[in-house]
């Protein structure tokens, strides 16, 4: 199943969608450039080589990399849910 056909179609502001980030959800927006991206939450569990909760995203070529946001996605009203992943609680 492609990220594009599970997407909730409601889009929200950078606060907006921090919370829902903060929950768990998988986040994307209209605005990037390649298909297929998302940004996810990490909380560090024993298994982590990090000690603090940091987020990362998934690029169009399907690597994993730290995301930081510019000033363009804290501005933008484009935030779009992607879905809860089945792992979360």
């Given at each position: 199943?492609?990220?594009?056909?599970?997407?909730?179609?409601?889009?929200?502001?950078?606060?907006?969608?921090?919370?829902?980030?903060?929950?768990?959800?998988?986040?994307?927006?209209?605005g990037w450039n390649g298909k297929g991206?998302?940004?996810?939450?990490?909380?560090?569990?024993?298994?982590?080589?990090?000690?603090?909760?940091?987020?990362?995203?998934?690029?169009?070529?399907?690597?994993?990399?730290?995301?930081?946001?510019?000033?363009?996605?804290?501005?933008?009203?484009?935030?779009?849910?992607?879905?809860?992943?089945?792992?979360?609680?």
């Amino acid at each position: 199943m492609s990220t594009e056909s599970i997407k909730e179609s409601i889009n929200r502001d950078f606060g907006t969608a921090l919370t829902a980030l903060k929950n768990g959800y998988r986040l994307a927006r209209d605005g990037w450039n390649g298909k297929g991206m998302w940004i996810e939450l990490q909380l560090p569990d024993q298994n982590s080589k990090m000690s603090l909760p940091y987020i990362y995203m998934k690029t169009a070529d399907d690597k994993l990399v730290p995301w930081l946001a510019s000033q363009t996605d804290v501005l933008a009203e484009d935030w779009t849910v992607i879905f809860k992943p089945t792992w979360q609680k």
